[in-house]
């Protein structure tokens, strides 16, 4: 190894070769041996504020995408999490959803268990979640939606990952947010 390989690459090296060692790939990952060194220059993600983008996302064109992304930023879930929500995760008065399910990332999703058993919780909605599902919840009554998906767009399925990112990656450019932020 050069000295010119930064820690990160080496991390992503390492985690490559852990992802092909379990899948039997390659025998075993001889870069976990390695030592991965400190970064000499730490990178201090800039964050924004959720009510900013909450803002931000109300300003849009309503869409089911949105929605989801509205959710997103002011509840602490994955994007696979808050995409395949259901209306069966919410409590009966709506202001709580149980995670134990998250969408897979296919087309046409199904629910699947979520890799750790840490990651199953009960998330109190806030006002903002509150009013969001409520609205997911009246498009259902109103459009007479027999899915169970709360942010059906329509055909029966949750918007994909990719609808997603890209309805994002729009949205910072229509608005010059920087090209570093992403959806987490």
């Known amino acids: ?13 390492s985690s490559a070769l852990s992802s092909a060692a379990d899948e039997g790939l390659i ?9 991965i060194a400190r970064d000499v220059r730490p990178h201090t993600p800039e ?15 309503e869409s089911q995408t949105c929605e989801v992304l509205k959710l997103l930023a002011v509840l602490p879930l ?14 009966a008065d709506f202001t709580r959803v149980r995670i134990s399910e998250a969408a897979s990332r296919d087309i046409r999703p199904m629910r699947k268990a979520l890799k750790t ?14 009013e969001i599902v ?9 459009e007479r939606l027999t899915s169970p998906w709360l942010f059906d ?5 949750p918007p ?21 932020f992403r959806i987490h």
């Open 117 to 130: 058993v840490k990651g199953v919780r009960t998330i109190g909605l806030p006002q903002p979640a509150i």
């Open 1 to 13: 190894w050069s000295s010119d390989v930064c820690s990160s690459d080496l991390a992503t090296l």
């Open 27 to 35: 025998t075993r990952n001889h870069a976990t041996r390695l030592k």
């Open 134 to 142: 409520q609205k997911a919840l009246k498009r259902h009554a109103d």
């Open 47 to 61: 964050l924004l504020d959720p009510r900013e983008v909450l803002t931000l996302l109300n300003l849009q064109s």
């Open 78 to 91: 994955r994007l696979n999490e808050g995409r395949g929500l259901q209306i069966t995760d919410l409590s």
């Open 160 to 180: 994909t990952v990719g609808e997603i990112q890209h309805y994002f990656a729009r949205l910072k450019k229509r608005t010059g947010l920087p090209k570093r």
């Open 153 to 157: 767009r329509g055909d029966g399925q």
